[in-house]
């Protein structure tokens, strides 16, 4: 009997093992491993030394104690040491992750038992672990199915969801785990009555119906944010177009009047060739062609949009004292919308603005921005002086706006890269920083 009890015991620490790695590996999927696959694979050996020692501390102590079904859930929980060193996401999203991961290995478990006691298997024990396996065996036949079409769209929304938005749906979650955990226990088929079932079922369908209006929510808010961020870029575009419409405006009225004059400058020029007096009429003739005029209408690149945005952040840097070099050769006509390519280019040059006004020391304050077309791709090279201090949260460069906007617009950026089967990526060492960006024009 004694080692009836004891193979028993073995088999109920393969089962909840099994599950855990399970569990583990949706982790993996849903989100961003922050080290490398020896440092996590030593973490999870760690954590599940101290998972085992606990369980045999509980088999041998508190095994017939009030609480003793609890605890094996909260053994089970001591992997969330290991979810909150293994991975990048806020803690929150790491916890809203777990329990979410659990709840519905849970309900699993529940449509699991109530298939497996449609075999009316007259052994408990053959019954539960039969139903175990089962969940198992669902779980694993769901991996695949949550890495291909679950895991971009899943992180996606961990990326764009606040904290605070994280904490109210972990909330909910824990609430709905503790419940089902509580209240669940297994009942062969035969023992229950087809009304209850008939509620359990309708309750699993309640749950997912309620985690799939969250995720439609947020993403609604995801996209709400988008489309004010956008009329804030447009508004920002018709804000530079006032500027530039302005130094136009002077450079066309100094041109206007420098035409006017024109007349008189010929005629100094005649009367000075007249009486051989040469020198002098070179002298007048050079101090005319470096006239002002000739410095006020000028064009960093053949696209307007791309001229006007430069033309901007040109006159911002040169009143924060960075040096601007820019060299953009990119045509009117292209296949990126000029909204998007406003977008990327503003973000990337208003952030390496804002890093250099981050030194103290003028002297080192410099943004050299190359925007290009080779081949079939647009390719954006923007280099710039910094501190050396990166703000990164949930695996995105923050900048250091505050507001609902904070970071959103390199996360923009990445987003149109993605769209035009481009790419975006981030360089940085202690006091130089590089944002690199490919988009396909085809």
């Known amino acids: 009997m004694h ?22 590996a949706f982790a993996h999927i849903l989100l961003s491993r922050k080290r490398s696959i020896k440092y996590t694979f030593i973490l999870f050996t760690i954590n599940f030394i101290i998972f085992l020692i606990g369980y045999g501390f509980y088999k041998s102590f508190l095994i017939y104690t009030n609480f003793s079904q609890y605890i ?22 790491k916890i809203f992750t777990i329990f979410t991961i659990r709840l519905f290995s849970i309900i699993i478990l529940l449509i699991s038992s109530y298939v497996m006691g449609l075999f009316n298997i007259s052994d408990f024990n053959e019954y539960k672990s039969q139903s175990i396996l089962l969940r198992n065996i669902i779980q694993l036949m769901l991996i695949p199915i949550v890495y291909l079409y679950v895991k971009r769209p899943y992180k996606e929304v961990l990326k764009c969801i606040s904290n605070n938005l994280t904490n109210l749906a972990t909330f909910y979650s824990v609430i709905i785990f503790l419940f089902l955990n509580n209240y669940y226990q297994f009942n062969p088929f035969n023992n229950i009555h087809s009304n209850e079932i008939l509620s359990n079922l309708f309750f699993v369908f309640i749950i997912i119906l309620s985690y799939m209006i969250i995720f439609i929510s947020i993403y609604y808010v995801n996209k709400n944010t988008e489309l004010e961020y956008k009329f804030n870029i447009i508004d920002a575009q018709i804000e530079i177009q006032k500027q530039n419409y302005k130094t136009l405006n002077k450079s066309l009225e100094k041109y206007y009047a420098f035409r006017h004059d024109i007349r008189h400058h010929i005629l100094v020029i005649k009367s000075l060739m007249e009486t051989k007096n040469y020198i002098a009429a070179s002298e007048y003739l050079e101090e005319f062609n470096e006239h002002e005029i ?19 952040y040109r006159s911002t840097a040169l009143q924060n004292n960075i040096d601007f070099n820019i060299y953009a050769n990119i045509p009117q006509d292209i296949t990126i919308d000029n909204l998007e390519l406003s977008v990327v280019i503003g973000n990337c040059v208003e952030n390496a603005i804002e890093a250099c006004n981050n030194i103290v020391d003028k002297s080192e304050k410099y943004i050299n921005a190359k925007a290009e077309i080779k081949g079939s791709q647009l390719i954006i090279k923007i280099v710039n002086s910094f501190n050396g201090h990166v703000i990164e949260v949930d695996n995105i460069i923050r900048t250091s706006k505050t507001g609902k906007e904070h970071g959103i617009g390199l ?21 130089e920083f590089e944002v690199d960006v490919v988009m396909n024009l085809n």
């Not at 009890?5 to 599950?19: A, C, K, R, V």
């Not at 001591?78 to 293994?86: D, M, N, P, Q, S």
């Open 411 to 431: 996360y923009n950026v990445r987003n149109i890269a993605n769209k035009y089967n481009g790419f975006f990526d981030v360089k940085y060492n202690n006091n």
């Open 3 to 24: 080692k009836q009890h004891g193979s028993d015991t073995l088999d109920i620490i393969i089962s909840y093992s099994f599950t855990i790695l399970i569990d583990i």
């Open 72 to 93: 094996p859930t909260i053994l089970g929980f001591t992997f969330i040491i290991y979810i909150i060193l293994a991975f990048k996401e806020s803690l929150s999203k």
């Open 294 to 312: 000739s410095k006020n209408v000028d064009v960093l690149c053949k696209n307007f949009t791309v001229d006007s945005i430069l033309k901007y």
